[in-house]
């Protein structure tokens, strides 16, 4: 039987750009040389795409001296016929680019957002991971919540914020959201993950700060009630019928789970499972079941949920379609501690990509205009 040609593309023009390194470099590791044949792709800073031998060094911004040798500029054409990368000008051989099947290891703008999905939509690629609906909806937080809100699930109290008025109206917008909330607050930006560019405000002073900070990652912004909280994660797999994993809660000894407490310190707390009772715990999987479905998501997702320490009452805060996949991510963690190992579960992924996209296949795409008498 012949092996599958996994392309795993990683890298991008994101802020999660180092993240999604780390995310890729441990799918790889762990893809079955017996099953897969590998297709690394790394795509720059600067959004330069390249494939090769040296992309398993995945040092995506120093592909050049001695390693461009091994190192082809590729693309990947919006053209169902291409079948995979075509070499750019300036490649050195004619390496076999064909994909079976492409696992888009990227975290972040350009790349979890529905834009790449779009780009291997157009390519008619099968990929691991959530469409372009789901991918967007699940990226942008403003508009996340309002599906939520449309689907009846429990989100907290929220203002979604222009830019433009943190730039040329602050008083007005400073009088605004302190109308509306009671400090502490959170600002995030609309559209960024790995808790890049969020503030915990419990003052005007650091509510200013806040919204300059989250306004230099995007144009909307979103500012949430602050509530004293336990942090709970579900991992969701499936398609059409997906299931969800135990329940597992993030202590951070910081503020809260910033990008420091997830990726430099190690002082954060993983409780796997966390600490809820049964009925708890069935309402958890169950709201991150019905939030996965309410923004069509595929393939993976990992479902955060606040659970207030004061009144009990639990609230959707966030998805991740394409979480931190390293080996010690909450995502392949809960899965671990639900009995599916790392390697099992990148068989899945793959496998649903592929059904998936069959499933596709199958659907009309034309449509005859019946003749008029």
Not at 292 to 309: E, F, P, T, W
Request: hydrophobic share 45%; glycine share 8%; proline share 6%.
């Amino acid at each position: 039987m012949s092996k599958v040609r996994v392309g795993v593309i990683f890298g991008g023009r994101s802020g999660e750009h180092e993240v999604s390194l780390r995310s890729a470099q441990s799918i790889i590791a762990a893809l079955d040389p017996s099953k897969y044949e590998l297709v690394p792709i790394g795509i720059d800073k600067s959004g330069r795409w390249l494939a090769g031998e040296a992309m398993l060094a995945l040092n995506v911004n120093h592909g050049r001296g001695q390693a461009q040798a091994h190192t082809q500029p590729v693309s990947l054409l919006p053209d169902p016929h291409t079948t995979g990368l075509v070499a750019l000008e300036g490649a050195t051989d004619s390496a076999d680019f064909a994909l079976d099947v492409v696992i888009p290891a990227m975290h972040g703008t350009y790349g979890e957002d529905g834009t790449i999905q779009g780009l291997l939509e157009l390519a008619n690629l099968p990929y691991v991971g959530a469409g372009v609906v789901g991918s967007a909806v699940g990226m942008d937080k403003a508009i996340f919540k309002s599906v939520m809100i449309a689907n009846g699930l429990p989100i907290l109290p929220w203002q979604l914020v222009q830019a433009h008025e943190v730039s040329h109206d602050l008083p007005a917008l400073l009088k605004r959201l302190e109308n509306f909330f009671t400090y502490p607050v959170f600002v995030k930006p609309a559209n960024l993950g790995s808790s890049v560019g969020i503030s915990k405000c419990a003052t005007r002073a650091e509510l200013t700060a806040g919204l300059q900070e989250a306004a230099r990652y995007d144009r909307r912004l979103v500012v949430e009630q602050g509530r004293p909280v336990r942090e709970l994660e579900v991992a969701v797999l499936g398609n059409e019928q997906p299931r969800a994993s135990i329940v597992g809660e993030i202590r951070p000894r910081r503020a809260f789970y910033d990008y420091v407490a997830k990726y430099v310190s190690d002082d954060s707390e993983l409780l796997i499972p966390a600490p809820l009772d049964d009925e708890t715990t069935a309402v958890v999987r169950d709201l991150a079941l019905k939030a996965y479905q309410a923004i069509d998501g595929a393939g993976l997702g990992r479902v955060d949920l606040l659970l207030d320490q004061e009144t009990g009452d639990l609230y959707l805060n966030e998805i991740n379609t394409f979480p931190g996949f390293t080996q010690i991510s909450m995502y392949p963690k809960l899965w671990e501690a639900s009995g599916l190992p790392y390697s099992a579960l990148l068989d899945e992924l793959i496998e649903l990509a592929i059904a998936r996209h069959a499933q596709k296949q199958r659907l009309t795409t034309s449509f005859d205009v019946p003749a008029i008498a």
